[in-house]
Nanobody, 119 residues
Framework: EVQLVQSGGGLVQPGASLRLSCAAG????????MSWVRQAPGKGPEWVSV????????SYIESVLGRFTISRDNAKNTVYLQMNNLKPEDTGMYFC????????????WGQGTQVTVSS
């Protein structure tokens, strides 16, 4: 069974940092690009970042450039999203997903984790 199990998230003040994790199971993790997607309250999903299967290349939405870093450990079947200098507009539910949406549709999804940035 394909599984993506997320952890991390929480309530933090502006300027703080958080790290999200997404542990994969039931498929060959190292064969898949991995993405992070977020959804703010009352808005549609927004793709945030992607990392290729080998971890060599990554891309980000402009609003998080220089603040967020995606990484992966294929030995641990886990992808991470390090979020620094968080802003209130980063608030939302964050999901990991398989695939790079510019190449093929998202496949499996994590259960989501809430990130709230508020003073």
């Amino acid at each position: 069974e394909v599984q993506l199990v997320q952890s991390g998230g929480g309530l933090v003040q502006p300027g703080a940092s958080l790290r999200l994790s997404c542990a994969a199971g039931g498929f060959t993790f190292g064969n898949f690009d991995m993405s992070w997607v977020r959804q703010a309250p009352g808005k549609g999903p927004e793709w945030v970042s992607v990392i290729n299967s080998g971890g060599e290349t990554s891309s980000y939405i402009e609003s998080v450039l220089g603040r967020f870093t995606i990484s992966r450990d294929n030995a641990k079947n886990t992808v991470y999203l390090q979020m620094n200098n968080l802003k209130p507009e980063d608030t939302g539910m964050y999901f990991c997903a398989t695939n790079n949406p510019t190449i093929r549709p998202f496949g499996a999804w994590g259960q989501g984790t809430q990130v709230t940035v508020s003073s």
